[in-house]
Every structure is written in structure tokens, then in C-alpha cells.
């Protein structure tokens, strides 16, 4: 039911396209509705394609960036056990439902695009977890313990929100494989883990090495991990 509501979402624009549930590698046994995974993408017609590259439903795909941070999530629940996590740019909520599943005590996913929270609330509802959506992220008022943000950097604007994650947020977790050297005040590279897209995109290697950095106001001391 909920799968097919969100396929109908995407099938008037891809027409082979099917949403259906998928568990994630290491994760648990954490599942999303994601596209089919025999989704044919080598054979989209000029419309199809059109539309896929203007107005991208991310949230049809678990981004390499998710799965690494939701992977560090459940690896390391002492990150948000008991905290307040906001996931900026959820897309299918994969970030935000780890952070339930680990036992945060409250989950905003937040996201601009209103068919993301969609496929988040699908999603909240296949993991058995409760989720709060928010479609604007200066909408929100309140403080929270852990802002995790994975695979938001490739649009430049977002990359400013970077001093205002700190304004939001106790602890903030970035994950990205597609901006390189990235250095910003108060943010420091932790880690760089190998992850992949789900469905596969066969998308180049270096999308694959996802970097994970850690930024805390200085004077705010350590980190739970
Ligand atoms: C590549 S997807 C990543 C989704 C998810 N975090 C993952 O890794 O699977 C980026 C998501 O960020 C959302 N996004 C981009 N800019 C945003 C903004 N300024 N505020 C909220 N969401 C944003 C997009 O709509 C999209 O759903």
C-alpha cells in the first residue's frame, strides 16, 4: 500500500519504475521503500532522462553517504541514545530512522522537498520507529543534541549552512563523497569509509570513499564516540 502509493509518485515519469522494500547491507535490518533494483537505467528515454536529471527524486535511492552514517548510527549508539537528533536532508529518512532504531529520544527528518517526507514517513512506519518531519530547516526552534546532515554538500548553499549546524546543534555529523577537501571552521575530518548507493547507480569509485567529519563549537568538550 504505502509502496505503492510512493511508486505512483515516480511512474508517470519513469514508466519500468517500481518502489519496493529493500534491507539495507549492515544496517541491522533496517529496510526502505527504494527503487527496484532491476530498474533498467541504461534504457531511459530523452523525457526520462530529463526529468531524472532536473528534478531528482532523491529519495528513491539510499545515497552512499546515508548508508555510512546510518552504518556509524548502529555501530555506535551512544552517539544519540538518549539525545535529540535532527537529520538535515533526509531524502528516504535512512539517517533519521537509525538514529530512532539507536534509541535517540527525539527525531526531526527534515527536507525541502514535500515527496521526501513522503517516502520518510513510508519508511518511519516500515521500521516501526516515530518520526517528526519538517519541510524548512530555519522553521525550526528548537536545540538539538546531534545534527547529522549525509550527502547535502553537493548544492554550494548548503555548504554555508555549515556555521548554522553549529548554531543548531551540540554535536553535528557530516558524511560526503562528493565535495573533496572540504575544511570549514570548527569541522574536522574523522574518517573515510567505503559505502555504496542503494539501488547501485554504478556510480564512479571515489563516490564510494565517504568522508566523515565531526564539528563542535571550540570550547565544547568531546564527543561520544
Ligand atoms: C542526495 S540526497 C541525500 C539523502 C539522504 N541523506 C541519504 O544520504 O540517503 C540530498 C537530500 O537533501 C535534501 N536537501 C537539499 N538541500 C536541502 C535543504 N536546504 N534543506 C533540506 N533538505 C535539503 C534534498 O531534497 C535531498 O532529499
Same mark, same amino acid.
Given at each position: 500500500?504505502?509502496?505503492?502509493?510512493?511508486?505512483?509518485?515516480?511512474? %508517470?515519469?519513469?514508466?519500468?519504475?517500481?518502489?519496493?522494500?529493500?534491507?539495507?547491507?549492515?544496517?541491522?535490518?533496517?529496510?526502505?521503500?527504494?527503487?527496484?533494483?532491476?530498474?533498467?537505467?541504461?534504457?531511459?528515454?530523452?523525457?526520462?532522462?530529463?526529468?531524472?536529471?532536473?528534478?531528482?527524486?532523491?529519495?528513491?535511492?539510499?545515497?552512499?553517504?546515508?548508508?555510512?552514517?546510518?552504518?556509524?548510527?548502529?555501530?555506535?549508539?551512544?552517539?544519540?541514545?538518549?539525545?535529540?537528533?535532527?537529520?538535515?536532508?533526509?531524502?528516504?529518512?535512512?539517517?533519521?530512522?537509525?538514529?530512532?532504531?539507536?534509541?535517540?529520544?527525539?527525531?526531526?527528518?527534515?527536507?525541502?522537498? %514535500?515527496?521526501?517526507?513522503?517516502?520518510?514517513?513510508?519508511?518511519?512506519?516500515?521500521?516501526?520507529?516515530?518520526?517528526?518531519?519538517?519541510?524548512?530547516?530555519?522553521?525550526?526552534?528548537?536545540?538539538?543534541?546531534?545534527?547529522?546532515?549525509?550527502?547535502?554538500?553537493?548544492?554550494?548553499?548548503?555548504?554555508?549552512?555549515?556555521?548554522?549546524?553549529?548554531?543548531?546543534?551540540?554535536?553535528?555529523?557530516?558524511?560526503?563523497?562528493?565535495?573533496?577537501?572540504?575544511?570549514?571552521?570548527?569541522?574536522?575530518?574523522?574518517?573515510?569509509?567505503?559505502?555504496?548507493?542503494?539501488?547501485?547507480?554504478?556510480?564512479?569509485?571515489?563516490?564510494?570513499?565517504?568522508?566523515?567529519?565531526?564539528?563542535?563549537?571550540?570550547?565544547?568538550?568531546?564527543?561520544?564516540?
Amino acid at each position: 500500500m504505502l509502496a505503492r502509493a510512493l511508486g505512483a509518485r515516480i511512474r %508517470p515519469h519513469l514508466t519500468a519504475a517500481r518502489i519496493a522494500p529493500a534491507t539495507l547491507p549492515g544496517c541491522d535490518g533496517l529496510r526502505l521503500f527504494l527503487l527496484n533494483d532491476d530498474f533498467p537505467h541504461d534504457a531511459l528515454s530523452p523525457d526520462e532522462m530529463n526529468w531524472a536529471l532536473n528534478e531528482p527524486s532523491y529519495w528513491m535511492f539510499c545515497w552512499a553517504s546515508g548508508l555510512a552514517q546510518a552504518r556509524q548510527i548502529l555501530a555506535q549508539p551512544e552517539l544519540v541514545r538518549g539525545r535529540t537528533v535532527l537529520d538535515f536532508g533526509t531524502g528516504s529518512g535512512v539517517v533519521a530512522i537509525a538514529a530512532a532504531l539507536a534509541g535517540a529520544a527525539h527525531v526531526v527528518a527534515c527536507d525541502i522537498d %514535500p515527496v521526501s517526507l513522503e517516502s520518510t514517513a513510508a519508511n518511519a512506519v516500515l521500521n516501526g520507529v516515530h518520526l517528526d518531519l519538517s519541510g524548512d530547516f530555519f522553521d525550526l526552534d528548537e536545540r538539538f543534541d546531534v545534527l547529522f546532515a549525509a550527502d547535502v554538500l553537493y548544492d554550494p548553499a548548503n555548504r554555508g549552512l555549515l556555521p548554522a549546524f553549529l548554531d543548531r546543534a551540540d554535536q553535528v555529523w557530516l558524511a560526503d563523497s562528493r565535495v573533496k577537501g572540504l575544511t570549514a571552521p570548527d569541522y574536522a575530518k574523522t574518517d573515510t569509509v567505503l559505502s555504496e548507493t542503494r539501488p547501485d547507480l554504478n556510480e564512479f569509485d571515489e563516490f564510494r570513499h565517504v568522508n566523515i567529519y565531526h564539528g563542535q563549537r571550540s570550547g565544547i568538550s568531546g564527543h561520544a564516540c
